[in-house]
């Protein structure tokens, strides 16, 4: 699946959905209306609305295309419980399609190869089109359908310092060193400034993505290619996150489609 962690201010949320955007990366706060809203930081300075309202967007998106899987990645950067977040999913009518695991497994073994995830078919048949993770807080207990993101989820590095001369393919979270099920490619990177000692990182513009090449064909595919070094062919790259996806080589979504084997 293709993530786009910093999209074109241009385009819509539906326009992406549409644009093969398959997967969410999201950060919450609580607005001055008690209710949980879209933001990065503060509410003050980009503040996207209600929760509830994006999911809205999604949920008449999976119904008016039945064949279609979202995956959601919450950056619980707030530390809101996940009793607060689920009213949000309940009021949009979008829980219904939320995807839960079987109960029997065993998120903590020594290999974590004990589940075996359904295929995209499978999701697609029971109407389990909805997977959702979260990177902090998760009470399965409460919420099961809002799954702990590191049981099930590495990634390489994300802090990826301009200019980059080779993205890395190394285990980064968890730091535990042991497999997951499901793997982030991150193909992006950060500008960084430093004062008295202390890293400032800054996310680069659609201006630098483009003039140094970072979603070319080639990057991903040179990034891919050694990343299949470590972590041996067989290896499936689940959500393939990087900036702008309109900038670049528009191929790069024929090889997500590759990468997941759907498509033509």
Known sequence: MLDVVRPSPEETLLTRIGSFFRNLFTHEEKATDSRVHLCHGSC???????????????????????????????????????KDLQPSFASSGIEKYAFTPNPSFSAHSANHAGYQWPT???????????????????????????????DYVVEIPYSNIHPIKEFPCNQDRPHDGQPRDLLVLNHFGYNRLTIAGKNIDT?????????????SLDSLQTHLNTCAKTWGDSRVFNFVTLDYYDVGDRSIFHMVDKINSVGK
């Open 203 to 215: 996310p680069l513009t659609s201006s630098q993505v483009k003039e140094n090449g970072y979603n």
């Open 44 to 82: 003050d300075l980009i503040d996207k609305g209600p929760l509830a309202d994006t999911l809205v967007v999604f949920r008449e998106f999976l119904d008016a295309n039945p064949n279609e899987v979202i995956t959601f990645i919450i950056e619980n950067v707030s530390g809101f419980a996940v």
């Open 120 to 150: 995209l078919g499978q999701l697609i048949g029971d109407k389990h089109r909805l997977v959702v993770f979260i990177d902090d807080k998760a009470q399965p207990d409460v919420v099961p359908y809002i799954l702990p993101e590191w």
